[in-house]
């Protein structure tokens, strides 16, 4: 036989050498729980993964950091009381965010600091945006949506990432930013969120669940592919300087399609849902978790990810280390 794949297979050097996809610590974002108080506290529905203190958020992000993750990601479990129809605590420069912004890039000026841009922490109708008489309100919402990017970038953000799926969103927090002296501020889009079910231990974390109905009147259809494209085109035109899929795992082909189709770079959220699967089946002992978090992640990033935002960021740097 003249062709012998196999070849190319015979050792671990041969295998090395050939590879065309490898993971490394600088492909993740690692997204991190912040609360008030002293205390870090455990979340049941996600092992492994807590709600820290601004100080042991500053502690854990400083250890990813250490070992080459570059790029953390905030999302804050707010007091019910501070939570409003109009989440007005979203934009609140005194409020958890801003201040775990300025603690980290305190403590780490190259650390890489998202933030999440996004209403259902703060919003008493746990949704994305403002709720009247049932509906979801746009523009009120994009409003609201771009004081809370300024007040990021007010606090140190490097990256400001809008989550909602309002429409012209984008357009609404870059021109504010600009108009503010936030020209080098990023906006990494969240372009393609779809209405998944696998967000269920993301919102127990946060309790920010919808107190009524479902997020399917903004977040997109599950079935569809391209009406991802038009989302990343427009984000696009609006000035993102990055777009996302969300999920990751069960969403590859939309990965693959928005590379094809932007000049941007592309990032993808390994979910918590993805996350508890693997880290049930590994812990009932019915899966190798570390074999099975490098494979699913190298899939992600193999149908085109850039970035990847993954709850196991800190462990795989470790791992790769």
């Known amino acids: 036989m003249h062709h012998r794949p196999r070849r190319n297979r015979k050792s671990a050097g041969v295998r090395n050498l050939v590879r065309e996809v490898t993971l490394s610590a600088h492909d993740f974002i690692y997204p991190l729980f912040v609360q008030e108080g002293d205390e870090n506290e455990d979340i049941a529905a996600m092992p492994g993964c807590k709600r820290w203190s601004i100080a042991g958020l500053v502690q854990e992000a400083g250890e990813a950091f250490a ?29 958890l965010i801003p201040r775990a912004v300025r603690a980290l890039k305190q403590a780490y000026p190259e650390l890489v600091v998202v933030t999440d841009v996004a209403l259902d922490p703060y919003n008493s109708d746990g949704h994305d945006g403002v709720v009247e008489n049932g509906a979801i309100l746009n523009d009120e919402s ?11 970038a007010e606090a140190g953000a490097d990256i400001v990432s809008p989550s909602d799926m309002m429409d012209g969103r984008v357009a609404a927090i870059r021109e504010l930013l600009d108009s503010k002296g936030y020209e080098g501020v990023s906006i990494l889009s969240c372009t393609a969120k779809y209405a998944s079910a696998y967000y269920g231990p993301f919102r127990g974390a946060l309790d920010s669940a919808p107190k009524a109905g479902d997020k399917k009147t903004y977040q997109m259809d599950y079935g569809n592919v391209r009406e991802s494209v038009r989302e990343a085109i427009f984000d696009e035109e609006e000035g993102a300087d990055m777009i996302m899929v969300k999920p990751a795992g069960a969403y590859l082909d939309i990965i693959v399609r928005l590379k094809e189709v932007s000049t941007l770079p592309v990032a993808a959220y390994q979910v918590s849902g993805e996350y508890l699967m693997i880290k049930s089946a590994a812990q009932a002992g019915w899966l190798d978790e570390k074999a099975v978090v490098l494979e699913s992640l190298t899939g992600i990033k193999r149908a085109g990810a850039d970035i990847i935002l993954s709850y196991f960021a800190k462990d795989v740097a470790a791992w790769l280390k």
Not at 73 to 90: G, H, I, M, W, Y
Not at 143 to 150: F, R, V
Request: with cysteine; glycine share 4%.
């Open 142 to 152: 994009v409003e609201i949506l771009s004081k809370q990017a300024l007040c990021h």
């Open 67 to 95: 070992l080459g993750v570059p790029a953390v990601v905030l999302f804050p479990a707010v007091a019910e009381n501070l939570k409003n129809s109009t989440a007005d605590e979203s934009w609140n420069p005194e409020g």
